[in-house]
């Protein structure tokens, strides 16, 4: 089992920045993708980044350019920076653990909070 702690989120004018991170403990395999989605009222889930045990990443086109996602294997955590932020970026962002070795297993955190005001 693996259990997912985000902190980072919070309330933020537009044109602001926030850093979510989010510490990862229990068992990950070597082959894994840790990353974030997020959901806002009214909306499904949407993937916002994600980032691969070899670097590799994955941005929603509505964040590229503005967010960047990074992550720490010494300490099992990601982190997604978020510059000019806009009230569309409002929703609870959730961070994502997907590893696998003959067969996947997935892991949510609870959600944080993010809000943009204009």
């Known amino acids: 089992q693996v259990q997912l702690v985000e902190s980072g989120g919070g309330l933020v004018q537009a044109g602001g920045s926030l850093r979510l991170s989010c510490a990862a403990s229990?068992?990950?395999?070597?082959?894994?993708?840790m990353g974030w989605y997020r959901q806002a009222p009214g909306k499904q889930r949407e993937l916002v980044a994600t980032?691969?045990?070899?670097?590799?990443?994955n941005y929603a086109d509505s964040v590229k350019g503005r967010f960047t996602i990074s992550r720490d294997n010494a300490k099992n955590t990601v982190y997604l920076q978020m510059d000019s932020l806009k009230p569309e970026d409002t929703a609870v962002y959730y961070c994502n653990v997907l590893t696998w070795l003959f067969q996947k297993y997935e892991y949510w955190g609870q959600g944080i909070q993010v809000t943009v005001s204009s």
């Open positions: 229990g068992k990950i395999f070597s082959a894994n993708a």
């Open positions: 980032m691969t045990s070899d670097s590799s990443t």
